[in-house]
């Protein structure tokens, strides 16, 4: 019995013990709770945003205590939704940013990567037109959006050439189907080539395509461009930090492994073409970089020239150098 006593004091001795050790051990820090960040696109899901697609199906978000919803943008666009607030992220162009830049009342909004590391979009034409320079254009009918940003680059790559931009038929027309238009009344069109090029040759048409960077340097600006809202930015810095480099990742897998990264996007977007995602994806994995070691990299040179030329042109007021943007939420 005095045995017995003995073991039960002898237990109750170091139920006490372990219990003082738990009592006296630092507690762990709570984990971060998952953030929600929406990233609103600037049209339908294409091969631009392939690497948004591979980071939701590969997790890479989720590393980042990130929970990331996709959406597609409104009628205003999406730079109005993530000035207000309604998204932490979006994607517009460097061009079209210029009036948001210079609007009286400071909108929140500030590029922060960029999607593809050069401009990517031309002139497209059938190469039986005789379009192969920008001179070409005279006489032809051209499908122009009506904007001056626009027509004045188009004036300044054909007088560039030598051309007389008044001889180009312009042609107020909104193209959704480029094989079509250019096999009815419209010779030229403004395109991205990863996208609508890639749709032209998919459809068997013989297409000349003029880049708008290799005839004016200053139009070798960003576009597409990932914007955040400047507010978010300031409060959340570790939140933008890491969806970027889950932005990263993403990007880095796309250019690694462009066909799986396709079939990551049709299966996400299963709407899409996927003989056009296949093809589209290959051109643009060496786009993405191109000649940069960091993804995203916005080069201010770059960046200025163009708005200096639009300032130059009399088509924005005047953008300070460095506005705009910034690299101080990219990954290394």
Not at 52 to 68: I, T
Not at 192 to 211: E, R
Not at 238 to 247: E, I, Q, R, T, W
Request: hydrophobic share 40%; net charge negative; aromatic share 12%.
């Amino acid at each position: 019995m005095k045995k017995l006593s003995k073991i039960l004091i002898s237990f109750s001795l170091m139920i006490a013990m372990v219990v003082s050790m738990i009592a006296c051990t630092p507690e762990s820090p709570p984990l971060d709770p998952i953030q929600d960040i929406t990233l609103v696109l600037d049209w339908t899901p294409n091969t631009n945003h392939t690497g948004f697609y591979v980071a939701l199906e590969k997790g890479y978000f989720e590393d980042e205590g990130l929970n990331v919803k996709i959406v597609q943008p409104p009628e205003d666009g999406a730079t109005t939704m993530v000035a207000s607030g309604q998204a932490q992220f979006g994607i517009d162009f460097q061009d079209y940013l210029a009036p948001v830049f210079t609007s009286e009342e400071k909108i929140p909004v500030e590029a922060v990567a960029t999607l593809i590391q050069h401009n990517t979009s031309g002139i497209i034409s059938l190469k039986e037109d005789g379009i192969a320079t920008p001179k070409g254009l005279e006489g032809k009918n051209y499908a122009t959006w009506d904007l001056p940003v626009e027509k004045a680059m188009m004036q300044n790559i054909v007088e560039a050439d030598g051309g007389d931009f008044s001889k180009v038929n312009l042609i107020p027309e909104y193209v959704e189907n480029e094989p079509a238009a250019l096999q009815q009344d419209i010779d030229a069109i403004w395109v991205y080539y990863a996208w609508a090029g890639i749709s032209c040759k998919q459809a068997g048409l013989d297409t000349n395509m003029i880049y708008f960077k290799d005839i004016t340097p200053e139009f070798d600006y960003y576009s597409p461009v990932i914007i955040a809202n400047t507010d978010f930015l300031a409060s959340n810095p570790k939140a933008a930090k890491g969806f970027l480099n889950a932005c990263k990742r993403g990007y880095e897998f796309a250019i690694e492994n462009p066909d799986e990264a396709a079939e990551i996007l049709c299966k996400q977007v299963p709407e899409l073409d996927p003989a056009l995602v296949k093809e589209s994806q290959e051109w643009l994995a060496g786009e993405y970089k191109a000649d940069v070691e960091r993804w995203g990299y916005i080069d201010q040179k770059r960046w200025d020239a163009f708005y200096a030329w639009l300032y130059e042109n009399q088509l924005s007021d005047e953008i300070p150098a460095g506005y705009g943007f910034t690299n101080d939420y990219l990954p290394e």
